[in-house]
């Protein structure tokens, strides 16, 4: 019988063929190397490449891990994706981190240590790597922190980071109160946890955009789009608070 594991890592994955073999040896060989049993879980939100064939290939290829796959009948979003990997989780450390490694898997071990240690929820706090072609993502993203701040009352630095990890017990309850199942997940889980009062710690490491992937990000349609909900949000928990 497997170890039970002290920490599952969520993998959402969506369209991840280009780099989902390579991602994954660097997390593997991440994971090692940690003094602690872990599992990975792959959740595959309906992707339209062959992203199901390499995880049914990296699955079959490595007996000796724990690996599991849930595979979405439908596209369902980023959040419902993460949200469907935690609940299945087994850990009592769990988090996911973004399968393009534009943060890398290095930090993992710092985080799990965090949540060890006390905290409730650890995230990484993107710094971002002097690159040209970054700059838009750099601009957007202290931008739209600087948006949280202001309008939903949270001191976070980073509530959009894909690199989150919490305590499961702790913070599983806090999934059914979320709504937002797309991108907008990570900023409502963020500031739900303040409200609660959870610990929580931000810890600095590099991001490192790849050139060799082609982003989705539109600046002014996304900017436009997670300013309208932002103010939806803050609708919704002043109505909450009532």
């Known amino acids: 019988m ?7 890592l969520v993998l ?16 593997r060989d991440t994971l090692e190397q940690v003094p602690f049993a872990f599992e990975i879980l792959f959740v595959d ?4 490449d062959a992203t199901r064939e390499i995880l049914a290939a990296i699955t079959a290829e490595h007996p ?12 369902r979003g980023r959040g419902a994706t993460v949200s469907d990997g935690f609940r299945a989780a087994r850990g009592a450390v769990t988090g996911y981190i973004d399968v393009d490694l534009e943060v890398h898997s290095r930090y993992i071990p710092s985080l799990v240590r965090a949540i060890d240690k006390g905290a409730d ?22 931008g739209y922190s600087f948006l949280v701040r202001r309008l939903l009352g949270v001191d976070f ?18 999934l059914d109160e979320i709504q937002d199942s797309g991108w907008f997940w990570d900023t409502e889980f963020m500031v739900r946890a303040a409200r ?26 996304d900017s436009l789009r997670y300013f309208a ?7 919704r928990l002043r109505h909450e608070g009532r």
């Open 2 to 8: 497997a170890e039970v594991p002290h920490l599952s």
């Open 12 to 27: 959402a994955c969506y369209n991840e063929a280009e780099h989902l073999r390579a991602s994954f040896a660097e997390i």
């Open 45 to 48: 939100d309906k992707s339209r």
């Open 64 to 75: 000796g891990l724990q690996l599991r796959t849930i595979l979405h009948e439908a596209n």
């Open 121 to 142: 929820v650890a995230t990484l706090r993107r710094i971002y790597a002097f690159q040209i072609r970054s700059l838009d993502r750099y601009f957007m993203s202290r």
């Open 157 to 174: 630095a980073d509530t959009e980071t894909g690199y989150k990890f919490f305590r499961r017990e702790t913070v599983l309850p806090l």
């Open 196 to 221: 609660r009062g959870l610990r929580v710690v931000e810890i600095p490491g590099a991001y490192i955009r790849r050139q060799d992937k082609t982003s989705t990000v539109r600046g002014v349609r």
């Open 229 to 235: 909900q932002l103010l939806r949000f803050r609708a």
